[in-house]
């Protein structure tokens, strides 16, 4: 059952509210869409594939292959011929780009290339974060606003590059363990040919199949709890491969740490101003980032509940 594909260029066409209901379908549904014909040139998205993969071979492979803490416990469980499987650990390599993090420095033209990309899939978030808006009845700008804690431009936006070596033994360790995601909205750009994600639908694992040249679209933890749960994030992970490098590229508009995140007031209150049953706390995303970083791998209802009362609590201390 392969997830959505929406044609992006449609949205401003005669086809707009057909266009307006498959994102809200796959948002509300799915948690999980592809977007093909978005806007960003075919030729950027080929210079990306090539910077990228040129970054890991000669930046990334070799560490990868020779020091890396899964390759070495995978060839200590084989030499053992151990059942045990790799617990605890991803077959990943991933390192983060953000506006003030160190970029890979011997790839030529990788960093002029990401940084082009990196702002074209800054405007294409901003652009979904309205469709959205507008899908559940929020004013224009609102989940923007709410991500930048206020006005201005306080909003995390990072870039998680990651590759999955083929791997000798898949049955023994996961590319991605299972996870939701914590932020806001996830644009990923992954490989067209080597496949390996799969999403949790209705119970069992769905490929996210591959096809070129789309972006895929999954919405995380904060974007439900904004909506109140109308759009869920959904668990996600990566299976290893025999055969092939997987290229992920996963960019995270994310909130301000210092951002106050709840569930928006026009979801939570009808017409006539009853309140609707509330199923999120109100709560700063950097506090829920610290339970997020020990939790994980770990089902998100417990996340949601561990930052139940902090913000309340520091009201208090606030005041006195």
């Known amino acids: 059952m392969p997830i959505p594909v929406i044609d992006f260029s449609k949205l401003n066409g ?106 074209e899939l800054k405007k294409l978030a901003e652009k979904l974060m309205e469709v959205m808006d507008e899908n559940l009845g929020l004013p224009k700008g609102c989940i923007k606003k709410a991500f930048n804690g206020g006005e201005g431009e306080k909003a995390f936006f990072g870039t998680k590059v990651s590759h999955y070596p083929p791997c000798p033994h898949p049955e023994m360790v996961t590319g991605l363990r299972a996870h939701t995601d914590a932020g806001g ?34 919405t995380g933890d904060q974007i439900e709890v904004l909506s109140n749960g109308r759009y869920k994030s959904v668990w996600h992970r990566v299976q290893a491969m025999p055969n ?18 709840e569930p928006a007031t026009q979801l939570v209150e009808k017409d006539n101003k009853e309140v609707k049953q509330v199923g999120y706390p109100k709560f700063i995303f950097g506090d829920y980032m610290s339970v997020y970083t020990e939790q ?16 309340d609590e520091k009201d208090l201390i606030f005041s006195v």
Request: charged share 30%; aromatic share 10%.
């Open 14 to 119: 005669e086809q707009r509210a057909q266009t307006m209901a498959q994102i809200a379908n796959g948002c509300e549904e799915w948690g999980f869409f592809q977007l093909v014909n978005h806007g960003i040139p075919v030729e950027l998205l080929e210079r990306v594939k090539k910077v990228s993969t040129e970054c890991y071979k000669l930046e990334r492979e070799e560490h990868f292959f020779k020091d890396s803490a899964p390759v070495k416990l995978l060839k200590e469980l084989v030499h053992k011929k151990s059942e045990d499987k790799v617990d605890n650990m991803d077959w990943e390599d991933v390192f983060l780009l953000s506006d003030d993090n160190e970029w890979p420095p011997k790839t030529a033209g990788f960093k002029e290339t990401m940084t082009e990309y990196r702002a």
């Open 296 to 311: 994980k791998f770990l089902p998100k209802e417990p996340r949601f509940e561990a930052v139940r009362g902090v913000y």
């Open 185 to 218: 909205i996830i644009l990923l750009f992954q490989d067209d040919e080597v496949g390996g994600l799969e999403i949790l639908k209705d119970g069992k694992w769905t490929d996210v199949q591959p096809l070129r040249n789309s972006i895929v679209i999954n």
């Open 244 to 261: 092939g490098t997987r290229r992920s590229i996963a960019s995270f508009y994310n909130p301000s740490f210092n951002a106050t995140i």
